[in-house]
C-alpha cells in the first residue's frame, strides 16, 4: 500500500509499505494492505511508524492533523512532523 506522510512545509515521505502504525486520538491503530475506509485525527505528540516493503522501519512524532485510510493507501496529514533517530 501507499504511505504518504504531509506537512503544511513539505512531503515527508512517501514509499510503499507493508504496515503502519498510527496514534490516533481515541488509541493506537494499525493499518494491513486491504483495511477499512477510515480517517482519523491523530494525537499530539503522538506517532507514525511505517514499515517499507524493503523492510526498513521509521517512526516519526507528529503534532496533530489526520489519518486518512483506504484499502490501498494511508495519508498522513500532519501539522508538524519529525523523523526519529
Known amino acids: 500500500m501507499k ?3 504531509l506537512t503544511p ?6 514509499t510503499e509499505a507493508t ?7 481515541a488509541g493506537d491503530f494499525g493499518v494491513l494492505p486491504g483495511h477499512m475506509n ?13 514499515t517499507s516493503t524493503l523492510g526498513k522501519t ?3 512524532t507528529v503534532s496533530g492533523g489526520v489519518a486518512q485510510v483506504t484499502p490501498e493507501s494511508v495519508t498522513i496529514l ?8
Do not use: P, Y
Open 78 to 85: 500532519a501539522e508538524e512532523a519529525t523523523l526519529q533517530a
Open 19 to 25: 504496515s503502519v502504525t498510527v496514534a490516533g486520538e
Open 38 to 50: 477510515m480517517v482519523s485525527t491523530l494525537r499530539a505528540g503522538g506517532t507514525v511508524s511505517v
Open 9 to 14: 512545509a513539505r512531503q515527508m515521505a512517501e
Open 3 to 5: 504511505f504518504t506522510l
Open 58 to 60: 521509521e517512526v516519526f
